[in-house]
């Protein structure tokens, strides 16, 4: 049956038109490669460049790497606008396409900018909505962090996540629209309707800001459960026991890293129409024309990254003296600024790993892929970002292990409650979007 | 009149021997200048490298400029054991020598390790008391955070600030003292005796941890006005108010590093002696040769940095709606890993600006160095780390304006009680050293 969102989306896919086909890096318009370096950049300078990065990570099974990586130096926004009615919190939500995404449109956040967008530093056209952003600044903000990226994939990239309340009336313009909390949850079901940009939003919205609480009733027993463990006041460890694990961890596992021309990057091979691993695996870097009447610029090219295979982020979850917890990951990844982050407890591309022996394979994978249907509580396949991303699809699972799975796990693992690990969302660079993302589309926002 | 802790510190001087030299950099041993690069190093590519740095500051009054910088990967550990007895919550404290410390001897925290001596990776003598601070781990912690040191003169420089309790005889070793924590107090008035590394671990410490307070009750007036504002239960502004505003400056004043040669660096002359800039302000790379019988190795050569003149740290204070307030900076500074952290209300070396017109002094400056005596609640002489800085104290001052004074104050400013303050103090990189060592001298740990 269709939905009145399923309606509207619908109409909203129709009404553009688009067009993405791969090219060789020899069609690309102002990219291109630099006579040193090797590296792939814009001719103005601008958006973003593809260069080398050489990476140590001292702790790890491969304790040196060589890799590209994308250098975007800009600050994106991302907001999210909410606001009270019929009895419900909804949020503004867009209809929106990027180049690289599955299904071509995809509900985007009210604001996507670039800072100088926000700031208005240049003259140009402002984001719809902008206004309500700057205006609300020191009264209806909720929700405010630098939050980073993909670290495998970005260096040192990171967006600030915002979320204001609005009492106004707002304009309605095309390709927007109110959706319910709830509304939101269910969707969050589908596989690639609700992008990444949301999800990281979502997760750092505080259960209650002055003692006005932004949750309906949890619909469920796994959400009413998630509710449970956000709500509750103490877990298996204090919040200052899981930050001394996390300061150790990040201590162990120091990330070094060191730009480098992409052309020197070792193993990795450029051919016509891409720059790929010599094994096969990771990502590679291809290129694209677009047209589009959905964007103010009708036709364009440009890098994207494209996955070598799907990935997996799984976090399992376990009831500790009736609280549910999650089992968090310390994982270190090249391109985050702390070099160490919260991860799901699993996150790889289990591709890499089908011939691998057992002691190889990353801890849970197995308990993950083989788990039998009644342990699953939530299974999707979720968008990365279609800007950067060529319609990369990963599996988001959470699943529930029982009172015989043990409480003691590996140094770089940690139980805890979803209380605690919103209470690090707040802060910026403590759970990379990975977490953030699976935490949203579970629900437990 | 000698107090027990004076004669205790004189008879620790006594004990020891140190003769420091100025040397050229040609009597460095094992140290040298790159043949390519001129970055000065070891021999054996520890300890640390200066190498030149590359720093673009949009938002800055100098958007661009070139330096040299400290490249130290390694995270060092400050560990401070404290333990209640008598009464009363004491600190255990170690006289240490520093090759640049003014006074040779300070008061410095139980453990300051090396992250090898800590993870103990390599062989080698284990730091004195390091097994307490291992076994406390998840237990008796109190305090745990990556730090960052002095943005303008290290680059991504962490150190983990650890602080633990506890409960068991503590053997004493030569050169250590338990301290009550109104003796530090009391020590903190006097110049130079308790070193930075002492203050930062301090500042970390909160004021009570699962119910028991580590506080006494405050000695004099303005004592106890700084403790009713980290017990206040709000200020001027909510918390929420305060990261908006944090995350805004931190996205809007992005500082961009790239590492260069040394020698390239612009605007700075290398001499037989000094590498120096070539306005005489900022700082200088010098050498030093130092005698001591006070560590392992009795004579040792190194490279050390200078200050040009004696900086000027200072929080002006104001009362709001009976609860005091710090004005806080948000400050960029090259070697930051996130740009920007909070920063006391005037940081600088206010030499530089004795010909500037008023429209180029930094704000504030002024206000603190005219301040009359009766609005100067703290001032003191404070040394920066030893290790690396020669003999470099600054002024460390609180002056506290009265209510004619604007709430009303420039964006990158903002007030804010010292339990805010502390609030972010809590959490890595959040606050800079000079903030959080003045938070300390001014007794608000």
Known sequence: MMTPFDSWFQERRDAHRFVIERIPFDRLEQWGFDQQTGNLHHASGRFFTIEGLSVDVESAPVPHWEQPIIDQPDIGILGLLIKRFDGAWHALMQAKMEPGNLNMIQLSPTLQATHSNYTRVHRGRAPAYLDLFLEAARTG???????????????????????????????????????????????????????????????????????????????????????????????????????????????????????????????????????????????????????????????????????????????????????????????????????????????????????????????????????????????????EEGGRFFREENRNVVVEVGADFPLDVPARFVWMTVRQLKAFIRHSHQANVQARCLLAAMGAW
Chains 1, 2 share one sequence.
Not at 187 to 208: A, F, G, I, K, W
Not at 231 to 250: K, M, Y
Not at 265 to 282: L, N
Not at 302 to 329: C, N, Y
């Open 141 to 383: 903000v909720v929700a405010d962090a630098l939050q980073s990226e993909q670290g495998s994939r970005f260096l040192h990239k990171r967006n600030r996540n915002i979320i204001v309340r609005t009492d106004r009336e707002v304009a309605m313009l095309p390709d927007f629209r109110w959706c319910s909390f709830p509304e939101l949850n269910r969707l969050l079901h589908r596989d690639n309707v609700v992008n990444m940009d949301t999800r990281t939003v979502l997760s750092c919205l505080p259960l209650d800001a002055e003692g006005e609480s932004f949750r309906p009733p949890p619909a469920g027993a796994f959400a009413a459960r998630l509710r449970a463990s956000q709500e509750a006041p103490r877990g298996l460890h204090t919040f200052q026991q899981l930050v001394n694990w996390f300061t150790d961890q990040r201590m162990k596992n120091r990330v070094r890293v060191h730009a480098m021309p992409l052309r020197e990057v070792r193993h990795w091979v450029r051919s016509a129409d891409a720059i790929r691993h010599e094994s096969g695996h990771h990502f590679s870097v291809i290129a694209c024309r677009i047209e589009t009447t959905s964007r103010e610029i009708a036709a364009w090219t440009q890098p994207l990254i494209a996955s070598a295979s799907r990935g997996l982020f799984a976090f399992v979850a376990r009831e500790i003296d009736g609280v549910l917890h999650l089992l968090v990951q310390a994982k270190p990844e090249a391109g985050l600024c702390h070099g160490v982050e919260l991860a799901p407890t699993v996150m790889c591309l289990p591709d890499q790993y089908a011939d691998a022996p057992p002691e190889r394979r990353p801890p849970f994978l197995d308990l993950v892929r083989l788990a039998a249907p009644e342990q699953v509580r939530y299974d999707a396949g979720q968008s």
